[in-house]
């Protein structure tokens, strides 16, 4: 890359207007700081284009160039895909495409610029009495086209689907500046390859979205929400599949918490007192969401059967909206708090729901035979096989010296993981930080047909080069 960097600033400029470009400094730093803190590579530049055409105008610049391009929505990502590898990259940020273009809440449907950040679509959906049920602790800054890009997840995967299952199409500049017109509003269109289904969760590595039409659904009238006290992961499932049984559809959150997370959030503070019904070794916090014509209070007699089975002894129900979303505080800071408790080592991982039980046994064991002293965090959506299995450093130990010791961890996890058939990623995608493990465990076939479509896609790729693939 020979461009000297003042000219290459010069050149954004003129293409996208003053002020539409970051050089490296102060000012870039929110662009390149990352949650998980682990990339610390500065860009060349970041640019700001705010049209559909300054995006292709640049894609275009860039290709003759041969200069690589990072698509960037809210930099929300855990895998560090929306940050710099090598340095040579111009970060293209999408904030200033942030129109909500058209919203139809009685045929469900909405037309989002990939800018928009995603509670402000979730704002937008309810203003017409509608939601878009996607919820992520991030959704403050993640934006529609980092959600898609990431084919984020989240606490209702259960009942709505992921990212993917939430989009009927997409607008998108390839890789030579061209516009793929993809804004279909169809809920059935077999023409072809699904182009839509390809580029959600290609993180930037494919295209670079620019607008997404995403599916809208009625707001339920009414929810009803628990945290049930349960002996461990076996009793965790057995309750899912009554609850499921008992609600259908009307199950939209299933999430698993261990006792050591709620301990966390008390001794630091991120929970005032103990919302929990009493103390267990476990509980599942889960909902029910009841349309206008529903009979409420199912999920109070829902669960009588299941403390005669044995399966609970106690459980809380929310009273009240302010009870809700102290039950809820619990489980959307579990991954934060690790970070109050020194270091972590983190995975998002998947396996058939059936299996949950086996991975957590296993996978606790495995690490702790690596790391004496380790203290699992094992929590997330039971009800989707996807736990966010972490682990805190033991008392006492030296952090850094402990996240030196992270492969061991990895390693002894996913090999409980791979050996249930089971997925490395769930919902946080590949991005720089699992590339070689996607090599390691990948099926080769598919590696050599992803390759193929980047090939065939991004020719000189110079769309997000290194990550997903390296
Ligand atoms: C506290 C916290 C909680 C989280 N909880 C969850 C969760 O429950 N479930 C979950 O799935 N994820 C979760 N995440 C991860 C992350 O927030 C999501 O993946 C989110 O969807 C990323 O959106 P973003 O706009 O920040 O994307 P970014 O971080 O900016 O980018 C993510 C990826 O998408 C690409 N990208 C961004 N915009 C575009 C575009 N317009 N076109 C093409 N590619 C693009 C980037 O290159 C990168 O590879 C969480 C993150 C945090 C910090």
């Not at 009554?242 to 991120?270: C, N, Q, S, V, Y």
Request: charge should be negative; glycine fraction near 10%.
């Amino acid at each position: 890359m020979t461009t000297p960097t003042t000219s290459l600033h010069a050149e954004i400029a003129t293409l996208l207007g003053e002020g539409a470009v970051v050089p490296p400094g102060a000012a870039m730093a929110r662009f390149i700081d990352e949650p998980r803190r682990r990339f610390h590579t500065a860009a060349q530049a970041v640019a700001l284009p705010s049209s559909v055409e300054q995006v292709q105008a640049l894609v275009r610049w860039a290709a003759a160039k041969r200069i690589p391009l990072i698509p960037q929505g809210g930099n929300t990502g855990l895998v560090g895909g929306q940050v710099p590898l090598s340095g040579q990259e111009v970060i293209v940020s999408l904030e200033r495409l942030n129109r909500i273009r058209s919203i139809d809440a009685a045929t469900g449907h909405m037309t989002a610029e990939a800018g928009v950040i995603l509670e402000k679509a979730h704002e937008a959906a309810e203003a017409e009495g509608a939601i878009f049920p996607l919820w992520i602790a991030s959704q403050g800054s993640a934006r529609i086209g980092g959600v898609l890009a990431s084919n984020a997840g989240g606490v209702q995967v259960l009942a709505y689907g992921n990212a993917r299952e939430l989009c009927l199409g997409v607008e998108a500049v390839t890789a030579d500046g061209r516009l793929y017109a993809g804004l279909n509003t169809l809920r059935k269109d077999n023409t072809g390859y699904d182009l839509k289904d390809l580029l959600i969760g290609s993180e930037g590595t494919l295209a670079i979205l620019t607008a997404a039409t995403l599916k809208l659904f009625p707001r339920p009238a009414a929810y009803e929400t628990a945290v049930v006290n349960v002996a461990g992961p076996e009793q965790a499932l057995a309750l899912f599949y009554r609850m499921k049984a008992a609600a259908g559809a009307r199950l939209t959150a299933f999430e698993l918490m261990p006792r050591f997370g709620i301990d966390m959030l008390l001794r630091h503070g991120m929970m005032s007192s103990d919302a929990t019904a009493s103390m267990s070794p476990w509980y599942v916090l889960l909902e029910f969401s009841y349309g206008e014509a529903d009979r409420q209070g199912v999920l109070a007699e829902a669960l009588e059967p299941a403390f005669e089975a044995g399966l609970t002894d106690d459980a809380v129900l929310a009273g009240s909206l302010a009870q809700r979303q102290q039950l809820w505080a619990m489980r959307e800071q579990m991954s934060e708090v690790q970070s109050r408790e020194g270091a972590s080592i983190k995975h998002d991982v998947c396996v058939d729901i059936a299996d949950v039980p086996q991975l957590i046994a296993e996978g606790m064991e495995a690490a702790e035979r690596a790391v004496p002293g380790i203290r699992p965090c094992p929590f997330g959506h039971l009800g989707d096989g996807n736990i966010h299995f972490n682990f805190s450093q033991p008392i006492g130990a030296d952090p850094k010296a402990f996240m030196a010791g992270a492969d061991a961890v990895h390693d002894a996890v996913y090999e409980v993981v791979l050996r249930l058939g089971g997925s490395v990623s769930a919902e946080h995608g590949i991005g720089q930080l699992k590339t070689k493990v996607l090599e390691e465990v990948k099926d080769p076939v598919a590696l050599d047909m992803m390759r193929a479509i980047k090939q065939a896609l991004d020719p000189h790729r110079i769309l997000n080069p290194g990550k997903v693939l390296a």
